[in-house]
């Protein structure tokens, strides 16, 4: 608005008007705009960021009327934000969502009244009435995997799941409670399975607890977590019935023949059988010799056996493997019997003794061809002969020498000495 200033002058003690000046008014105060963060945390793309407009007190107080935009400086990544008219106001607040991670300058700037929609950035040729910069950061999203997705098992099995729960954008995989739910043979609902370790990794066991039938059956098992948006992942479990208890030899066969006090071992196979569980070796229903189930399933009595395991010494009679449960305790299985044809390995008395030397017929029992058989003296080989033909005699001469005589075959088993019954002694 325009004002007048007036000219007078002073003639003779009087005032007198002498002209009118136009003067412009005061200058006005420059308003200025600052924006600040509502929240001290980074924005991230996809959620609206809140920003505080304020004009400090240079200018008129409350911020002058328009219609104010928030958005990123031309030639950047666009935002999304709605305009907002103000008038006066002491402070306002203003929404813009970043479209994409990374650093943006914000530019504050006025459009034409009614307009519905800020433009993703600053137009050509908009003056910024403030700018701030400001890094939008990527969203967290979490995953959560299970191992394995499909499982068989026996009913009343147990099986192992192993949960990873893994993030993007920072957010932390520790302490996060997980639950499980089952639908199917066990349906249950939303139960603690426990809580993800630094690595975002739990283990959890599920255990069958539904009643014994005699036809497959199946579970679906789903696992989500609590406190982060991660999708439930499944896994499937199908439950056979129990197998029956079996065992069966594999070696020796039934009717192997061996040397008397022959040393052999025996193999087995099972099914249906818990590894672990104690296994024994029978003659005649009475044990001589003890081992487990493997994890394979299979069963040895020799000298590989666990806790210590002996090679058996050949005994006429029935043999069986039984297997039983904690301390032997109810039987499971007994396999298929076997026996064995012994042979005999052994001196056949008398020796024969002539000129000062003593000949001993030997019982070369199943020792094969090139075996080599040792006659002992009071337990000291004083000669040794070779098997020709397998089981055919062998005549060995010595120098006649009082003691005890004895046959030997110095195995990969160990020694084996021949038939007591066979042992001579001369005078």
């Known amino acids: 608005m325009r004002s007048w200033r007036v000219l007078v002058g002073a003639v003779a003690g009087s005032l007198v008007v002498v002209g009118m000046v136009a003067v412009a008014p005061p200058a006005a105060a420059i308003d200025t705009y600052v924006l600040t963060p509502a929240v001290s945390a980074d924005p991230v793309v996809g959620t609206p960021a809140t920003y505080v407009l304020t004009t400090p007190t240079t200018g008129p107080a409350g911020i002058p009327a328009g219609t104010y935009c928030l958005a990123a400086q031309l030639g950047q990544t666009g935002t999304t934000a709605t305009p907002v008219a103000l008038s006066g106001q002491l402070a306002a607040n203003l929404q813009v969502t970043f479209n994409a991670a990374g650093s943006y300058t914000l530019v504050l700037f006025t459009v034409t009244a009614g307009t519905t929609t800020c433009p993703g950035t600053t137009l050509l040729g908009t003056s910024p009435l403030t700018t701030l910069a400001v890094t939008a950061m990527a969203p967290t999203t979490y995953q959560l995997a299970v191992d394995p997705v ?63 039938l005699s036809v497959p059956l199946t579970d679906t098992v789903t696992f989500s977590v609590q406190g982060v948006s991660a999708p439930p992942v499944t896994a499937t479990i199908t439950y056979r019935p129990a197998a029956s208890a079996k065992v069966t030899v594999v070696s020796p066969a039934n009717g192997s023949a061996i040397s008397s006090g022959g040393l052999f071992g025996v193999s087995a196979t099972t099914s249906g059988i818990t590894p672990g569980t104690i296994a024994y070796l029978t003659l005649g229903g009475s044990a001589k010799a003890q081992s487990t189930v493997q994890a394979n399933g299979n069963i040895r009595f020799d000298n590989t056996s666990i806790g210590g395991g002996k090679w058996i010494p050949a005994e006429a009679g029935q043999y069986a493997v039984r297997v039983c449960g904690g301390a032997c305790g109810p039987t499971q299985a007994t396999s298929n019997p076997f026996a064995l044809t012994i042979i005999p390995f052994q001196i056949i008395p008398p020796a024969s003794v002539k000129s000062g030397k003593a000949s001993f017929t030997v019982a070369t029992g199943n020792w094969a061809v090139g075996t080599t058989i040792y006659l002992t003296r009071n337990g000291n080989a004083v000669k040794k ?20 005589y004895q046959v030997r075959v110095n195995s990969n088993q160990g ?11 001369l005078k």
């Open 415 to 425: 020694y084996v000495y021949g038939n007591q019954a066979g042992v001579v002694t």
């Open 150 to 212: 499909t499982v068989t098992t026996t009913i009343g099995g147990k099986t192992q799941f192993a949960l990873t729960l893994s993030s993007t954008g920072g957010g932390s995989v520790n302490g996060v409670p997980v639950l499980v739910s089952s639908t199917g043979r066990n349906t249950f609902s939303n139960q603690a399975a426990g809580t993800t370790n630094g690595a975002g990794k739990l283990n959890y066991s599920f255990q069958d607890n539904a009643p014994a």
């Open 385 to 404: 002969a070779q098997v020709v033909t397998k089981g055919k005699q062998l005549v060995v001469t010595a120098k006649a020498v009082s003691g005890k």
